[in-house]
């Protein structure tokens, strides 16, 4: 029988690092964190890193050799190929050869990727769209990040700065976006341009039935969809979020035509009254609809792995 490989994927986030041991079949062995303590500079980060690798090592083998390599999401801008952590403000990396000095410590092949395109990745390998060549995700959180794996490759671009769909215009001059321009996706569809949409409108009108919430303190990213059937206001919250999506995702339909879009983040557990008539909408406008496949919009299954997964993909492609 032959063994499967095994590999160390690691998600460098700015409160926490999680690890796992993951089998080139995408089983997520054994998992752990360790705070990432971003405050205290990059060297440090990196001792974090190599301790969390150990200590993987340590508690599911204790044999290096049985690992192949270490695969690692790091945020912000990467140089995947150099394995260099060009910028990454929230982590103070400024050009800082992150695979290298880890590579060293642990004696064994060391990547990285960006880690929305490591997490694009997993997905597409191990989650509802496994074996799609073309897979886009997009993930619905504070901001929205994106990856695309195409033709079974991760797009990633020049200095894999590439990708970013969130900050793809859908309306002229329209909202500010925090990237400086006006109007990207971004400013329309992550969960906080929702948050804040859902307490102008419940401002603006006071006999809303989401005041069962108490104040607009304790609104979230759920309030509309909870109330959406019985409250005109929230139906209409959701409804123009719904229509927001769907224009940016068949602006990215329409570019790389993938067989599916894998939405991300919170909000990409409303289910049904959110796939649903964004399916219908995307079914419809989508470029020549009528004689052309369906593009598959899914729910992203494999939630916070889905890095930790997605680094087997850059040894196994
Ligand atoms: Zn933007």
Redesign the pocket.
């Known amino acids: 029988m032959i063994k499967d490989k095994l590999y160390i994927g690691i998600d460098l986030g700015g409160t926490f690092i999680k690890g796992g041991v993951v089998s080139n079949k995408g089983q997520l062995l054994y998992s752990t964190q360790i705070e990432t303590q971003a405050e205290k500079g990059p060297d440090k980060v990196t001792e974090n890193i190599i301790k969390l690798i150990n200590n993987l090592i340590k508690n599911f083998s204790s044999n290096k050799e049985d690992f192949c390599g270490v695969g690692i999401g790091v945020p912000g801008i990467v140089n995947s190929e150099k394995g260099i952590a060009v910028c990454s403000h929230n982590l103070k990396f400024d050009n800082f050869p992150i695979a290298e000095k880890i590579e060293r410590e642990v004696s064994m092949p060391v990547k990285i990727a960006n880690d929305a395109n490591l997490a694009a990745l997993g997905e597409s390998l191990f989650g509802f769209s496994n074996g799609c060549k073309n897979v886009v995700m997009l993930t619905l959180g504070t901001g929205v990040g994106g990856g695309a794996i195409i033709n079974g490759t991760m797009l990633e671009g020049n200095k894999s700065a590439g990708a970013e769909f ?2 793809s215009v859908i309306v002229f001059n329209g909202n500010k ?5 006006k109007g ?1 996706l ?2 329309y569809v992550s969960a906080t341009a929702l948050i804040k949409k859902t307490k102008e409108e419940m401002l603006k009108n006071k006999s809303s039935k989401m005041w069962q919430v108490g104040s607009v303190e304790n609104v979230n990213g759920k309030t509309a969809f909870n109330f959406k059937d019985i409250d005109k206001t929230a139906k209409k919250i959701v409804e123009e979020y719904i229509n927001y999506l769907s224009c940016g995702v068949i602006n990215i339909v329409n570019v790389f035509r993938p067989e599916v879009v894998v939405l991300g983040g919170g909000i990409s557990n409303q289910g049904e009254s959110l796939f649903k008539p964004l399916q219908k909408i995307v079914d419809k406008e989508m470029f020549a609809s009528k004689h052309t496949p369906k593009v598959k919009i899914v729910a992203a299954k494999l939630g916070n792995n889905a890095g930790v997964l997605g680094s087997v993909g850059l040894f196994e492609n």
């Open positions: 969130g900050h976006c925090n990237c400086g321009r990207c971004e400013s």
